[in-house]
């Protein structure tokens, strides 16, 4: 069945560049799926930063738009994050999930199935 | 950008009791809305889709139900596996946003 891992430095600096990436197995990350990023800070609610389709397609969070970037890579089945000038709001942790989606006439109805098991990035000096 | 509202924040019931979150868009999302389950240290797990649309392998006990802006997420009968945070979240055509969460304890 499909799973998700995520992988990435655990720490990073305040104005540096948080990466990270997920990589699916069970699944090709071609067939027509968004692919997503969600993150939590500790102790507090769930945030969506943005999803990736292989067809180009990239959607992000607008309270974070101007720092974000999505990418995939088809060779290695994965997928990454990239956001940029970090500070400690940003120390959460970080979840990739699949875009499940059903299409029902001209809708289509999409959610968070399934999901890693997250990886905690904190960002301090 | 749609908010959404989950009441209430906390809530203590006893095994078999009928449970009821409440989840509310400030505009209407159609159904589009999906109930998530997190459990301390783990990720998220879905329960529902398309408002009302349980998950293979989720216990018939949970149910959803509404439309426009007022959501419900019921649990028929708690358990004490249903102990978690349950959060809601909706599935616009290019954004989307989570409720802040209702953290479910036994009384």
């Known amino acids: 069945q499909v799973q998700l891992q995520e992988s990435g430095p655990g720490l990073v600096k305040p104005a540096e560049t948080l990466s990270l990436t997920c990589t699916v197995s069970?699944?090709?990350?071609?067939?027509?799926?968004?692919w997503g990023w969600i993150r939590q800070p500790p102790g507090k609610g769930l945030e969506w930063i943005g999803k990736i389709h292989h067809a180009g397609n990239r959607y992000y969070n607008p309270s974070l738009n101007s720092r974000v970037t999505m990418s995939l890579d088809t060779s290695k089945n994965q997928f990454s994050l990239q956001l940029t000038s970090v500070t400690a709001t940003d120390t959460a942790m970080y979840y990739c999930a699949r875009l499940g989606w059903a299409g029902v006439g001209s809708a289509v109805y999409r959610w968070f199935d399934p999901w890693g098991q997250g990886t905690l990035v904190t960002v301090s000096s | 950008d749609i908010q959404m509202t989950q009441s209430p924040s906390t809530l203590s019931a006893s095994v078999g009791d009928r449970v009821i979150i409440t989840c509310r868009a400030s505009?209407?999302?159609?159904?589009?809305l999906a109930w998530y389950q997190q459990k301390p240290g783990k990720a998220p797990k879905l329960l529902i889709y398309?408002?009302?649309t349980l998950q293979s392998g989720v216990p018939s006990r949970f149910s959803g139900s509404g439309s426009g802006t007022e959501f419900t997420l019921t649990i028929s009968s708690l358990q004490p596996d249903d102990i978690a945070t349950y959060y809601c979240?909706?599935?616009?055509?290019?954004?989307?946003?989570f409720g802040q969460g209702t953290k479910l304890a036994i009384k």
């Open positions: 398309k408002a009302s």
């Open positions: 979240q909706q599935s616009g055509r290019f954004s989307y946003s």
């Open positions: 505009q209407s999302i159609s159904d589009w």
């Open positions: 069970g699944f090709s990350i071609t067939r027509d799926y968004f």
